[in-house]
T-cell receptor
Framework: AQKITQTQPGMFVQEKEAVTLDCTYDTSDPSYGLFWYKQPSSGEMIFLIYQGSYDQQNATEGRYSLNFQKARKSANLVISASQLGDSAMYFCAILSYNFNKFYFGSGTKLNVKP | GAVVSQHPSRVICKSGTSVKIECRSLDFQATTMFWYRQFPKQSLMLMATSNEGSKATYEQGVEKDKFLINHASLTLSTLTVTSAHPEDSSFYIC????????????FGPGTRLTVL
C-alpha cells in the first residue's frame, strides 16, 4: 500500500524567507517517483518538482528543491526566497510504478506574508 | 510543460441530467489519463485510471455506471456523470501522464460541476 503524509495543514512564511513543507511516505514499491504540486485558489494543479527513488542527488527547479531522505522516507519541499505568489495549497504525491497511479497527501496551505 | 485542456470549466445542471467532461492532451499523446474528484479544502481523490483503447480501472467505491469514462484516442478522455444528483457536485480534474522525462502527470484546469 502507498501512503503520503503531510503533517502541516497550514503554514505562514515571511516574504523573501525560505520555507520547508514536510512530506513523508510509505510504499512497498522498489522504485517510485515523488512529486510536488501547487494548487492556487484558481484550482489548477501545477507540477513543481520530481524526485526518482533511485536518484542520488536532490532535485532542484529554480527556487524549489526537494530534500529527499530515502532512509527516513521523507521528501520535503524547500521554497527559497518566498514570494507572495507562492501562497497556495501544496500537495506531495507518490507515483506507484506497480499500480500505475499517483497517491496524494492531504496538502499544506502556505500563506506568504508581505 | 505539457498542456492538458478540460472542457467545460464550469457547468450547472438539473438533477437527473447527464454531464460530459472532456479532457484533451494538446501537445503530446497520453496513453494514460486519470480522473480525480476534489471536495473543498480536501485533497484529490482518484476516481479512475483511463487507458487508451481499454476499459477504465475504477477505484474502490466509485460507481462505474454513474461515472462513465471513455478514452477514445491518445489525446482524448471523457467523463460522463450520468443522472447527476446534488451530491455529485464537486471539482473534477483530469490529468495525463507523460511517460518520459520526469514521468509526471499534467493536469487540466478542472471542471466545477454544480447539480441543482
Amino acid at each position: 500500500a502507498q501512503k503520503i503524509t503531510q503533517t502541516q495543514p497550514g503554514m505562514f512564511v515571511q516574504e523573501k524567507e525560505a520555507v520547508t513543507l514536510d512530506c513523508t511516505y510509505d510504499t512497498s514499491d522498489p522504485s517510485y517517483g515523488l512529486f510536488w504540486y501547487k494548487q492556487p485558489s484558481s484550482g489548477e494543479m501545477i507540477f513543481l518538482i520530481y524526485q526518482g527513488s533511485y536518484d542520488q542527488q536532490n532535485a532542484t527547479e529554480g527556487r524549489y528543491s526537494l530534500n529527499f531522505q530515502k532512509a527516513r522516507k521523507s521528501a520535503n519541499l524547500v521554497i527559497s526566497a518566498s514570494q507572495l505568489g507562492d501562497s497556495a495549497m501544496y500537495f506531495c504525491a507518490i507515483l506507484s510504478y506497480n499500480f500505475n497511479k499517483f497517491y496524494f497527501g492531504s496538502g499544506t496551505k502556505l500563506n506568504v506574508k508581505p | 510543460g505539457a498542456v492538458v485542456s478540460q472542457h467545460p470549466s464550469r457547468v450547472i445542471c438539473k438533477s437527473g441530467t447527464s454531464v460530459k467532461i472532456e479532457c484533451r492532451s494538446l501537445d503530446f499523446q497520453a496513453t494514460t489519463m486519470f480522473w480525480y474528484r476534489q471536495f473543498p479544502k480536501q485533497s484529490l481523490m482518484l476516481m479512475a485510471t483511463s487507458n487508451e483503447g481499454s476499459k477504465a480501472t475504477y477505484e474502490q467505491g466509485v460507481e462505474k455506471d454513474k461515472f462513465l469514462i471513455n478514452h477514445a484516442s491518445l489525446t482524448l478522455s471523457t467523463l460522463t456523470v450520468t443522472s447527476a444528483h446534488p451530491e455529485d457536485s464537486s471539482f473534477y480534474i483530469c490529468s495525463a501522464r507523460v511517460r518520459q522525462g520526469t514521468d509526471t502527470q499534467y493536469f487540466g484546469p478542472g471542471t466545477r460541476l454544480t447539480v441543482l
